[in-house]
């Protein structure tokens, strides 16, 4: 714990001493890299961590900056209010735009809020009371507990504190339930979803996080500045936020630090050289950060600051709790051997193609069912429509007396279905363990204010120590910490199956468990579900190496053509003619 | 008869995860050579490679020449060879007709304009293709779509073509018809490389046949000697459960 | 309001909406072909104007040493990849593909008297000095990421935008500027005046539409393009070069973009920096079309223009706020139209 603390100290310290040490204009130089590191760190979280992007932040940094200046200049309030206010209105503003606007698919967000954030400024420089293109002038400080806060050596001290403030809020929201689960928003919603997390609300949430950093940097500006115009929250300001995360590191909250240093820095430079060159500095020092951002682009894709992360000791991980105060509450099994999903009748067209016709299939508490079938057979279909993923034409899906079709993965996964992969969908970046505690998502209950508070310690332990329990009990103990993307394909699999056992199933529905594996791994495997088995799990898997599935199912269901073939036991399958010609084919 | 394509030492990788590895692999000009093997074997990722749209370490060669990492697919497709994918990736929005012209874009590059008499043998092959020549290719049913996507790879005048599980979710009658067109084609001089699940379909029309299992090579031979043998239903179909499964199978009464 | 001043908006808003209908195709050509939003497509209206007016005024336009340097670099970095290869032989061959044409750009722009040149001609090398930058774009930028992801294309999209508007304002200067009207006549139809020039523009911009329409309907490059767009690996595998399709919707781009310049630069005074709004207005119209259909992006695109020509009239300083809010609406019923989150790769 301690030690995720120094850099913060360390920036804290920064900005005390700064102004003892450093002339003026350093510090207001300072100050500026500070206010854009808000701004940044949001960005940061929304588009590096969250795969969402927006070129409107600047418009957000408006509103805070507004919202003070029309409260303390033309109501004579206290600056306070108009943190607040501004906030509030930017809290409005955010959830109606996420709202209309994060349930579409990639870039329709980034060119929305480019045209969001053109009309909010146009909006600035025209609203009658804004002060028109000119802005408002004479803000009043900022003062707390009598402390004025208004020379550069004042707003140092006061950006150092909410920086760091702001940097220890997020990164223990990045190291929580809600943190993985917004790891997730950015290639692997589906799989989310299918863990049971509401990705909807995930992307919301960042995309609020991030507009009010936004605000508060606004407020800051407008009273360091003293006066507000248009200008600075135009979208050119907009996409140099952008800029700052895609040179210091799009992906780690330090990164948003150092690009928002890099461009302030660079610029200043460019500012006293150009002018020598071209007789003018706009503009031309845009060429200079365009070129550079599109060479990091291609050449550099995580930023500068993957390159000097060398320089510093890796962040340990939290340390785990040998014995969690209390542990997860476990859903009761149903009793041995009785029908968990019952499905009759399912039939799913894609266009022209029947792809699942008049199919079914029971899968019982406490045994082994193997769906088999050669390629093209609509396994994969049948196993979309289980979980949830495509809706069946017609038909009906039953798990515990309840219909299931037309439900959503998510709703189906908190029922007791959890499943992996045919094409393991873990996030590579992140460890084994967090991988797995995702798919306990559904068992805890800590929402956003809790976590960045890091309030939820208690359960926080007990999701990990669960995420642990499982992780050894598949035999990947000495993988805790390792990156999930490092290990061989056929670990990875088994990653997959303790995170699904992580959320406590009822019902586990895996694709293709053995692909990838060795033969002892396999032999692991099958031990490993022989004792979910006999706790009374019921298994559905789909498998290609007959060898396994012969060894350990109770029963088989063989498809063809998208619909049932043949069922029975292994000998029965392995003994009947049209299984043998399904396999091996046959020519009229 | 001269070696069409041989390939030597053959690894593809997907990150970490070796597909292919060490393998080897040749075709005489004008046989049906077939690769058989269970699913995941490695075949599909090895045709992936064959044209182009994989990188591979090893050899090579085709037509005497060595194919090497910077001859992208279009220059292999220059080169007279053709990969009838077995995701089919037709054009979907576009006609069947608009679909089998493109086919033809290499040659229409290259400066060849003989397309409407290569077009008139496709509709010759697959009268249906001529029925359907002006509806979109979404529309047809599985079986149309692999003729669709046989004859688009067709229009290229392939010397050296590359099926991937053409009988992939099709009736038994409409597989016979195909290979029954595969004979046809060799016969016109197109060798044939086949990827196939359905292994006495496959093995009764080829020259040769490999058995790929988990990324190698497992038995090779005549495909007569293959289609004979007793290892190769057991590679599809598994060994006869052991005892101990056969106990757990009594015991929870199914 | 009466019935002139009505017609004079229509008018005005359907010469501007057919510039933006023109931008919105050449946008969702390039976003179906290689997945990129070309933000800098309003760029090259700008370039093209102000390259014309340079031309006007008898000067050597900046234009063209921007195209001799993306030349210069384009062919460095094939060139060295060829000699990587071993493949020595190939570079004299690059050498004439890529600087065959700026070179004798050169001795024309060098060699002749330009404002004394006929109007066409003009405009000719008005084309040829913007067109290229196209491809040289996509091989200099976009060719190395082309396989990234939408969002970070767009972001590479921006950057370029960005670097072009600097340059811009070196090569042409802040100066608003217009080119010569290509023609002056203003008739009656009825009571109402009509301008020669806004027909010319609605025209031509029809007459373009027209031409692409059959392009891609009826040869098969055109043919090729759109299978690139609907399946990138069908594409490849009938043997159309993934950055040849890449290269070539560049190209078409430019072209459109470089023929709008040249329409609406007498309507209207460019600056170095308009290519932002035009584009962006051009998007408006593209999104109304999902990015994928070109009938809807231009009705729209029509649709655009003469709403801002109306805005600009009731309630001139909100312009751009009334334009740019309707994307809200239009958004919120695309989300509606698909309501399941995508898995982004």
Redesign the interface.
């Known amino acids: 714990m301690i030690r995720r603390l120094i850099p913060l100290f360390a920036l804290l310290l920064l900005a005390g001493l700064a102004p003892v040490l450093l002339p003026t204009f350093h510090v207001t130089l300072l100050n500026y890299i500070g206010l854009y590191s808000l701004v940044a760190l949001g960005l940061v979280l929304l588009t590096g961590i969250g795969g969402m992007t927006s070129f409107g932040q600047a418009a957000f940094v408006g509103i805070g900056a507004y919202a003070s200046a029309v409260l303390t200049t033309q109501y004579g309030l206290s600056p306070w209010l108009g943190l607040l206010a501004g906030l509030a209105i930017t809290l409005v503003v955010a959830t109606s735009l996420g709202l209309l606007t994060l349930r579409l698919a990639g870039h329709y967000l980034p060119i929305g809020t480019l045209a969001w954030g053109l009309a909010l400024f146009y909006l600035f420089g025209n609203l009658p009371g804004l002060g028109g293109f000119g802005g408002l002038q004479n803000l009043p400080n900022i003062s707390l507990f009598g402390w004025q806060v208004r020379d550069p050596a004042d707003f140092s001290l006061l950006i150092g504190l909410l920086l760091a403030i702001s940097l220890w809020l997020l990164d223990n929201l990045l190291h929580s339930r809600q943190g993985r689960a917004i790891r997730t928003l950015k290639d692997s919603a589906g799989m989310a979803e299918a863990m049971g997390i509401d990705t909807a609300r995930s992307r919301l949430q960042v995309f609020i996080i991030a507009a009010l950093l936004a605000a508060l940097s606004g407020w800051l500006y407008a009273h360091l500045q003293r006066v507000v115009n248009p200008t600075p929250f135009s979208v050119v300001m907009g996409i140099e936020y952008l800029f700052m995360i895609v040179l210091g590191g799009v992906a780690s909250l330090w990164g948003a630090l150092l690009g928002a240093a890099l461009l302030t820095l660079i610029k200043q430079v460019l500012q006293d050289v150009l002018p020598q060159l071209f007789g003018h500095a706009d503009n031309v020092e845009m060429i200079f950060f365009g070129v550079l951002v599109i060479l990091v682009l291609q050449y550099a894709r995580g930023g500068l600051l993957p390159l000097l992360s060398g320089l510093f000791p890796r962040a340990q991980p939290r340390p785990l709790p040998e014995h969690p105060a209390h542990a997860l509450p476990r859903r009761t099994m149903p009793a041995n051997g009785q029908p968990l999903m019952v499905a009759e009748g399912l039939l799913k067209q894609f266009g022209g193609l029947v792809a699942n016709k008049d199919m079914g299939l029971t899968v019982n508490g406490a045994e082994i069912t193997a769906l088999i079938g050669p390629n093209g057979a609509g396994k994969s279909t049948l196993f979309n429509l289980l979980s949830g993923v495509l809706a069946p034409n017609a038909g009906q899906i039953v798990f515990l007396g309840q219909r299931i079709d037309g439900l959503s993965p998510r709703a189906i996964a908190r029922l007791g279905v959890s499943r992996t992969f045919q094409h393991v969908r873990l996030l590579p970046d992140m460890s084994v363990l967090e991988n797995v505690a995702l798919g306990a998502h559904a068992r805890g209950e800590a929402g956003l204010l809790r976590s960045m508070l890091h309030l939820e310690r208690e359960e926080e332990a007990a999701l990990l120590a669960e995420a642990r329990r499982q992780i050894e009990r598949v035999g990947l103990g000495a993988a805790l910490h390792t990156p999930a993307g490092s290990l061989p394909l056929g670990q990875q699999r088994i990653v997959e199956i303790a995170r699904a056992l992580c959320s406590d199933p009822l019902l586990l529905l895996l694709d293709e468990p053995a692909a990838g594996l060795r033969h002892a791994e396999k032999q692991a495997l099958a031990h490993l579900l022989e004792q979910l088995r006999s706790e009374g799990l019921g298994v559905l898997l789909v498998e290609h190496d007959m060898e396994f599935v012969m060894g350990l199912a109770d029963q088989i269901v063989v498809m063809e053509f998208g619909q049932r073939l043949a069922g029975g036991t292994p000998l029965q399958i392995q003994q009947n003619p049209a299984v043998l010609a399904a396999y091996l084919g046959g020519v009229e | 008869m001269s070696r069409l394509l041989d390939v030597r030492n053959l690894t593809i990788s997907?990150?970490?995860?070796e597909a292919v590895r060490q393998l080897n692999l040749s075709l005489e000009e004008g046989q049906i050579v077939s690769l058989i093997g269970?699913?995941?074997a490695g075949k599909t990722t090895l045709m992936a490679a064959l044209?182009g749209?994989l990188p591979a370490q090893g050899q090579v060669s085709y037509a005497g020449q060595p194919l090497?990492a910077?001859h992208?697919?279009?220059q292999r497709?220059?080169k007279g060879m053709?990969?009838v994918?077995?995701?089919r990736?037709?054009?979907?929005?576009?006609s069947v007709e608009?679909n089998l012209?493109?086919?033809?874009?290499?040659r229409?590059?290259r400066g060849f304009r003989d397309h409407q008499k290569t077009l008139d043998e496709v509709f010759g092959l697959f009268p249906r293709m001529y029925e359907r020549r002006s509806q979109p290719a979404?529309?047809?049913?599985?079986g149309e779509r692999q003729m669709l996507a046989i004859g688009?790879?067709l229009?290229?005048k392939p010397r050296l073509l590359m099926l991937d599980?053409p009988?992939?979710?099709l009736?038994?009658?409409v597989?016979?018809e195909i290979?029954t067109i595969f004979e046809t084609l060799r016969q016109s001089g197109v060798s044939i490389l086949l990827v196939?699940?359905?292994?006495?379909?496959?093995l009764?029309i080829s020259d040769y046949g490999y058995v790929l299992e988990v990324g190698e090579i497992v038995l090779e031979g005549s495909a007569q000697a293959l289609a004979n043998n007793p290892q190769?239903?057991e590679i599809?179909?598994?060994?006869?459960?052991?005892r101990?499964?056969?106990e757990?199978?009594s015991a929870?009464?199914? | 309001m009466d019935i002139s001043i009505l017609a004079f908006l229509a008018q005005d808003g359907l010469t501007t909406g057919a510039i933006y209908a023109l931008v919105a195709l050449a946008l969702v050509l390039v976003f179906s072909v290689t997945r990129t939003i070309l933000v800098c497509q309003g760029d090259f209206v700008t370039y093209s104007a102000l390259t014309l007016a340079t031309l006007q005024l008898g000067l050597m336009p900046g234009t063209l040493w921007l195209l001799l340097g993306c030349s210069l670099a384009a062919c460095t970095l094939d060139s060295i990849a060829a000699l990587r290869r071993g493949q020595s032989r190939r570079v004299p061959g690059l050498l004439a593909r890529y600087l065959g044409l700026p070179t004798v750009l050169w001795v024309v722009l060098d060699t002749f008297e330009l404002a004394g040149l006929p109007a066409v001609l003009q405009i000719l090398l008005t084309l040829a000095l913007v067109t290229p930058l196209g491809p040289l774009l996509y091989r200099l930028v976009y060719q190395r990421v082309a396989e990234t992801s939408v969002l970070l294309l767009l972001i590479v999209s921006v950057a370029v935008h960005i670097t072009l508007v600097g340059i811009s304002l070196l090569m042409f200067g802040a100066e608003g500027v217009r080119t010569d009207a290509l023609a002056e006549a203003v008739f009656m139809l009825g009571e109402l005046p009509v301008g020669l020039q806004s027909l010319l523009v609605i025209a031509s911009a029809l007459l373009l539409i027209g031409l692409l329409y059959a392009f891609f309907g009826h040869s098969l490059y055109g043919k090729a393009l759109r299978a690139t767009a609907l399946n990138r690996k069908g594409a490849q595998l009938v043997g159309i070069p993934t950055q040849l399709a890449g290269k070539a919707a560049f190209g078409l781009a430019a072209l459109i973009g470089a023929i709008s310049g040249v329409l609406i630069g007498p309507l209207t005074t460019l600056y170095y920096d308009s290519g932002f709004l035009i584009s962006l207005k051009g998007f408006v119209a593209a999104i109304f079309g999902g990015l994928a259909s070109y009938p809807i992006a231009a009705a729209s695109a029509f649709f655009v223009g003469v709403l801002e020509s109306f805005a600009n009239f009731g309630a001139s300083a909100y312009k751009e706020v009334i334009v740019f809010t309707l994307v809200i609406p239009v958004l919120l019923w695309l989300s509606l139209k698909h309501p399941h989150l995508e898995e982004q790769h």
């Open positions: 997907h990150g970490k995860v269970p699913n995941g044209i749209l090497l910077h992208d697919v279009a497709i220059d053709a990969l994918p077995e995701s990736e037709l054009f979907g929005l576009m608009d012209r493109l086919g033809a874009f290499s229409h590059r979404c529309t047809l049913s599985g688009r790879a229009m290229a599980e009988s992939l979710g009736a038994p009658r597989i016979g290979f196939e699940q359905n292994a006495r379909a496959a009764k190769v239903a599809y179909l598994g060994r006869p459960p052991t101990a499964a056969m757990v199978t929870t009464g199914t």
